[in-house]
């Protein structure tokens, strides 16, 4: 239900007014809706939902099926009443784009991480990953996502259309990958170095990060050569790469980022209990 509304000010207040296509079928319902106003967009969405969830209740059995269709159905439904009484912003598109990504990928976020879809293109790949082995999951979401941007680019007769829905289509996509993946992101640092005692000693000491030792041996000389891993919040990252390389130029560092970590100073104190396991 939260989930549903924050999907529907993105779609009514932001979107639509300013012609606008998500991606997916709401996308595809603006483009009828802006043909057929007698049309809403909710209505739309169920009877383009109709036959993939006729697909989903063979291949996917009874359980994804009600639940999934459950969630369009209230979804639209929900779209089409808040369109009632939800102001409307027509101010500037890249401004409507930006806010629109935005809560459409919170609204959607909210009831993907449920293990709930509420059908369009999320379920088309779902369908299509089965027989399309060379493209990914999120490639065919994506390349069917471009198709919808099209598509209205083509109906409305305006290129910044497709240009301001593709910055609302990605912006979502990153809002639902937060969500889904974590929002506990984190860097990960791994750390080769002559002096990886005192660089060890000062991480421990000044920065109150953990690091663990692990055996390492050259490739090329054979020789041993301890690895250090370490995990900080990337506000941390600069004062780390202060404190290797003030004690060793050459050390070999490589960072990457790691979207969630569980653990001792990052999703529980010493003084707080350790949390129940998922």
Same mark, same amino acid.
């Given at each position: 239900?939260?989930?549903?509304?924050?999907?529907?000010?993105?779609?009514?207040?932001?979107?639509?007014?300013?012609?606008?296509?998500?991606?997916?079928?709401?996308?595809?319902?603006?483009?009828?809706?802006?043909?057929?106003?007698?049309?809403?967009?909710?209505?739309?969405?169920?009877?383009?939902?109709?036959?993939?969830?006729?697909?989903?209740?063979?291949?996917?059995?009874?359980?994804?099926?009600?639940?999934?269709?459950?969630?369009?159905?209230?979804?639209?439904?929900?779209?089409?009443?808040?369109?009632?009484?939800?102001?409307?912003?027509?101010?500037?598109?890249?401004?409507?784009?930006?806010?629109?990504g935005v809560l459409s990928g919170a609204g959607l976020g909210l009831i993907y991480l449920r293990g709930i879809v509420t059908g369009g293109v999320d379920?088309?790949?779902?369908?299509?990953?089965?027989?399309?082995?060379?493209?990914?999951?999120?490639?065919?979401?994506?390349?069917?996502?471009m198709l919808v941007i099209a598509l209205a680019a083509l109906a409305f007769k305006d290129i910044d259309?497709?240009?301001?829905?593709?910055?609302?289509?990605?912006?979502?996509?990153?809002?639902?990958?937060?969500?889904?993946?974590?929002?506990?992101?984190? =860097?990960? !640092?791994?750390? &080769?170095?002559? +002096?990886?005692?005192?660089?060890?000693? $000062?991480?421990?000491? @000044?920065?109150?990060? /953990?690091?663990?030792?692990?055996?390492?041996?050259?490739?090329?000389?054979?020789?041993?050569?301890?690895?250090?891993?370490?995990?900080?919040?990337?506000?941390?990252?600069?004062?780390?790469? =202060?404190? !290797?390389?003030? &004690?060793?130029? +050459?050390?070999?560092?490589?960072?990457? $980022?790691?979207?969630? @970590?569980?653990?001792? /100073?990052?999703?529980?104190?010493?003084?707080?209990?350790?949390?129940?396991?998922?």
């Amino acid at each position: 239900m939260v989930g549903g509304f924050i999907w529907a000010v993105s779609i009514n207040v932001f979107t639509k007014p300013n012609l606008l296509a998500p991606g997916g079928f709401s996308g595809v319902g603006t483009v009828i809706n802006y043909f057929f106003p007698f049309i809403p967009i909710g209505v739309s969405i169920i009877v383009l939902n109709i036959p993939l969830f006729a697909v989903v209740y063979k291949q996917f059995g009874k359980k994804f099926f009600f639940s999934g269709a459950i969630a369009m159905v209230v979804t639209s439904v929900i779209i089409d009443v808040t369109e009632m009484f939800l102001p409307v912003y027509t101010g500037n598109r890249l401004i409507a784009a930006i806010f629109g990504g935005v809560l459409s990928g919170a609204g959607l976020g909210l009831i993907y991480l449920r293990g709930i879809v509420t059908g369009g293109v999320d379920l088309m790949a779902r369908i299509f990953e089965k027989y399309i082995s060379f493209l990914s999951y999120g490639k065919i979401i994506a390349c069917l996502d471009m198709l919808v941007i099209a598509l209205a680019a083509l109906a409305f007769k305006d290129i910044d259309t497709a240009l301001y829905s593709a910055i609302t289509v990605y912006i979502s996509g990153r809002v639902v990958d937060k969500l889904l993946n974590g929002a506990d992101s984190a =860097k990960l !640092i791994l750390i &080769i170095s002559d +002096k990886h005692e005192q660089i060890q000693k $000062d991480i421990l000491d @000044v920065l109150h990060r /953990g690091v663990t030792v692990l055996s390492g041996k050259g490739g090329y000389t054979g020789s041993d050569r301890p690895v250090m891993l370490a995990v900080c919040r990337p506000y941390e990252i600069i004062k780390v790469k =202060k404190f !290797i390389y003030s &004690i060793d130029k +050459k050390a070999f560092v490589v960072i990457s $980022d790691s979207s969630e @970590v569980d653990g001792l /100073g990052f999703s529980y104190t010493e003084e707080e209990s350790l949390p129940p396991r998922p």
